[in-house]
């Protein structure tokens, strides 16, 4: 899933966020890595451009203009706001993304969101871990050199002014968070809700405290495995994730808050409630952390909502006529599969037709290749048709019709909730047009004689067009009031939840389909090739 991540920074040398695109940098310490000679080591790929910079390098454009307008010369002020934006690693091999690909994203994003700033973007195409994560760099100067139109995000006229600065506030964030959204889901790619927090929520301090207690960890292991000598521990973990360990222990055990409370307090861990909300203080701390910093699973909707149904499953179970010989399985927990959106990468494939194959010329080689490969795919064909419980070819086509028909059912209701999406951000397109056209409206008002006016509508004829446009966008569609804009973007916002939540639940569906499709015709042609062995038996037996 695409994520977006801020960092403003005060550094008068705009010449070093274009070096740390460019060239080799440690991830801990964040500085440039050298060779032997003491040189600068280039990244081996990247695709880097820049936007309003008339042709001078970024750091030379962006000084220029801070001294043109006077802005970004003291030491507390932020010289420029980077934006990452770094998309599933899934996304290559299962959706075609390419580093190219993702550059002309990048610079579309920065374009639509971020116009008038002088901008570098670059992109990368791997991540600090190796996980094979493409991501794209946005740094942009936070003085703006041209009047821009009103942007969603934007709630002041002097977010719209040249020489005036970019405020990245929590609204801004959250509309540039929708818009990746939007953007993936637009482009195919895979997303994850990034307005409705998160289950695991880790933050940068401690995603950065992991990695640096697991390159210390694997360090003072190397004598030990070179010695043949097998670690104690070979994963770090911080101490947030150890108490996410124990708080899901506890509650995988608990059917009451009152057992969840004492659960936890055997391993040291006392928990309060304060206004509705949960916070977890630990043996080595004075100060709580609260469920926010841990994420959603912690809150205490989440914990009431596990309690509920282990309480259910415990008065089932209960319930039940126990067994002659009970099962007695080990103590611990049973960690819950999280369901899987991606294509199986080894999932059922088809069979290939040999016959066929030989007739277009291919030779013996392939033959052997396709012959090992329908062995494989018929037992993967026969294990998917009993995990499913089909007894009979025509259950199998029955369920392929169902699956069909709940994708299709979700593909309208996707395409129905884009029309609407689409209609809000049409309504806030002319409501942004039409609010930055009120100071001119008002001028208008002010004028006192006919003659007045007359030169005054000539002077701001344009702005008079916007917003007679807008006023016939209204009239249009019955708009008799106008949205507050606060509120008609946290609306645009919810329906790209909902989108997100739609998107996610086709996809799923959609690999359904196609598996159990596959296991159909995989299962139509195994039963082709068996009949003529069949009918050659019974006419022998004839």
């Not at 939007?182 to 927090?197: A, K, P, T, W």
């Amino acid at each position: 899933m695409a994520t977006l991540k801020h960092i403003n920074s005060k550094n008068a040398d705009y010449g070093a966020a274009e070096q740390y695109l460019l060239f080799e940098h440690d991830e801990f310490t964040m500085k440039p890595v050298l060779d032997e000679t003491g040189r600068l080591i280039p990244r081996e790929d990247y695709r880097l451009s820049t936007l309003n910079c008339g042709g001078e390098d970024f750091a030379v454009a962006c000084m220029r203009a801070n001294l043109r307008y006077e802005k970004n010369q003291r030491r507390e002020d932020v010289k420029s706001h980077h934006y990452i934006i770094s998309f599933d690693p899934r996304d290559g091999p299962d959706n075609g993304l390419t580093v190219d690909r993702a550059q002309e994203l990048g610079e579309k994003f920065c374009a639509e969101h971020f116009p008038g700033h002088q901008a570098l973007v670059c992109t990368h195409p791997d991540g600090h871990n190796h996980s094979g994560n493409i991501h794209v760099h946005i740094v942009i100067n936070s003085l703006r050199i041209e009047e821009v139109p009103f942007l969603p995000y934007m709630d002041r006229p002097a977010d719209t002014k040249a020489g005036c600065k970019h405020r990245c506030t929590d609204a801004a964030l959250r509309y540039f968070k929708s818009e990746v959204m939007e953007m993936c889901h637009r482009e195919g790619l895979y997303q994850i809700d990034l307005l409705n927090g998160s289950k695991n929520r880790v933050t940068d301090r401690e995603y950065w405290a992991q990695k640096k207690g697991q390159a210390a960890l694997d360090k003072q292991n190397a004598p030990m495995i070179a010695g043949g000598i097998t670690p104690r521990q070979t994963k770090f973990e911080t101490n947030k994730e150890k108490l996410r360990q124990t708080i899901r222990a506890a509650l995988s055990a608990a059917t009451s808050f009152e057992d969840f409370s004492s659960l936890l307090l055997r391993e040291g861990v006392a928990v309060k409630e304060s206004r509705g909300r949960l916070s977890y203080l630990t043996p080595d701390r004075t100060k709580p952390i609260t469920a926010r910093k841990l994420g959603d699973d912690f809150d205490r909707a989440a914990v009431l909502a596990v309690l509920e149904q282990n309480a259910a499953r415990a008065a089932e179970k209960a319930a039940a006529i126990p067994d002659e010989y009970p099962r007695r399985g080990k103590a611990g927990i049973q960690p819950t599969k999280a369901p899987q959106t991606a294509p199986k990468q080894d999932g059922v494939q088809r069979l290939v037709d040999i016959e066929q194959k030989k007739a277009e010329g291919k030779g013996r080689g392939y033959e052997r290749w396709a012959t090992m490969h329908n062995l494989k795919q018929m037992a993967a064909t026969l294990n998917v048709y009993q995990e499913y419980g089909f007894t009979s070819p025509e259950q199998l086509e029955a369920a392929v019709d169902t699956a069909y028909q709940e994708m299709r059912q979700t593909s309208g209701k996707l395409k129905t909730l884009e029309t609407k999406l689409q209609g809000k951000k049409e309504l806030q397109q002319q409501v942004l047009a039409y609010a930055k056209t009120k100071p001119t409206r008002e001028g208008l008002r002010a004028q006192k004689s006919e003659k007045a006016r007359t030169a005054y509508r000539q002077a701001n004829e344009s702005d008079f067009i916007i917003a007679e446009a807008a006023a016939r966008y209204f009239k249009a569609h019955g708009i008799t009031k106008l949205p507050a804009r606060k509120a008609l973007q946290a609306e645009i916002e919810q329906l790209i939840s909902e989108k997100d939540g739609l998107y996610n639940t086709y996809h799923e569906q959609k690999q359904r389909y196609t598996e159990l499709q596959t296991v159909k015709r995989n299962i139509d042609q195994i039963l082709r090739r068996e009949e003529p062995h069949r009918r050659k038996e019974q006419s022998h037996e004839r």
